[in-house]
């Protein structure tokens, strides 16, 4: 049982280590599709330009072996752990951020983890709660899923909160995500994904728009309402003009995904996190015996 757990842990680390690098340079299909669709759609010429510039970057980083953005962000994970995964999420941990520091000493990487306070460097990409995971534990499963999401500083600066309350309604929800894509204009690197949680708790909905922004560009809320509405967010925000690196022109936002959870009845939270166009995402399985599946598009 020891000698699976600590093969396990090792398993774990390789994926953390491929997967951050993996992500910083490869991004995903369904990126590249929506920036090839921004191309297209885009009628000024300062954005058009801009997009042509952020499509020749993809280009270039591919045939350079080489990272899409400088800025190798903080390194955060989504893990979903099965409830007869042998190894304990403690364990878990220790493997993400081991790999973190691995990746980013064998590449190397830019290290970009300081103490909040004194602005030190704390390691590579690792420190005190460094590198960030959100957990998920899912029932009757063995596996592990591990999802990377480096997060640039310009888009995680554009992160917003507001307790509106109950009375303000769909309204004050869709009247705050508009007023932070505006506030933000260029310097989150439009256009990316604006990532919407609603409900919850106010740590819960940064949380929830967080993980908003982990998922496949374009997919929709199985919750048909959430669904109305990141649809209506997204015609919204491509309204406002900003364009991409708000230059000006009609692609703002590649997309709007939005997250819920239930709440309290005289709350109504709503938090905002920006996903720069560079939206970096990487994953892997991770099966009992230690097999690593990396999947391109998950
Ligand atoms: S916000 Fe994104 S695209 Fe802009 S510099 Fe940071 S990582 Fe790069």
């Known amino acids: 049982m020891q000698q699976l757990a600590t093969d396990l842990q090792a398993s774990v680390e390789d994926a953390a280590a491929h997967l951050y690098v993996w992500a910083l340079k490869d991004i995903p ?26 499509v020749r ?31 304990h999420p403690a364990r878990i941990y220790e493997a993400l951020r081991d790999g973190t520091a691995r990746a980013t000493l ?3 990487l830019r290290s970009n983890a300081v103490h909040t306070i004194t602005r030190e460097n704390t390691g590579p990409n690792i420190g005190y709660r460094l590198p960030i995971v959100h957990w998920e534990f899912v029932a009757d499963w063995d596996g592990l899923d591990v999802k ?12 917003f909160l507001k307790m509106c309350v109950p009375a303000d309604g769909v309204r004050g929800i869709k009247q705050f995500v508009l007023e932070s894509v505006v506030d933000a204009g260029g310097k989150p690197c439009p256009p990316g994904i604006v990532g919407v949680g609603i409900g919850g708790s106010a740590d819960y909905a940064m949380h929830l728009a967080k993980e908003a922004i982990m998922r496949p560009i374009g997919t929709r809320n199985p919750d048909p309402l959430v669904a109305q509405l990141e649809d209506e967010l997204f015609a919204l925000l491509n309204e406002t003009g900003i364009g991409p690196m708000g230059l000006g022109g009609d692609v703002t936002v590649l997309q709007c995904h939005v997250e819920h959870a239930d709440t309290h009845m005289t709350l109504n939270p709503v938090a905002v996190n920006y996903q720069c166009w560079a939206a970096r995402r990487a994953s892997a399985h991770i099966s009992v015996d230690g097999t690593i599946d990396y999947d391109r598009e998950a």
């Open 29 to 54: 299909q369904d990126l590249r599709d929506a920036l090839v669709d921004a191309q297209a759609r885009e009628t000024s010429v300062s954005g058009r330009r801009v997009l042509d510039t952020i």
């Open 148 to 159: 990377c999401v480096p997060k640039g500083s310009g888009s995680e600066n554009m992160s």
């Open 106 to 108: 064998e590449h190397p």
């Open 57 to 87: 970057n993809v280009d270039v980083a591919d045939d350079a072996h080489n990272l899409v953005c400088q800025d190798t962000g903080i390194a955060v994970y989504h893990a979903r752990v099965g409830e007869h995964f042998p190894l």
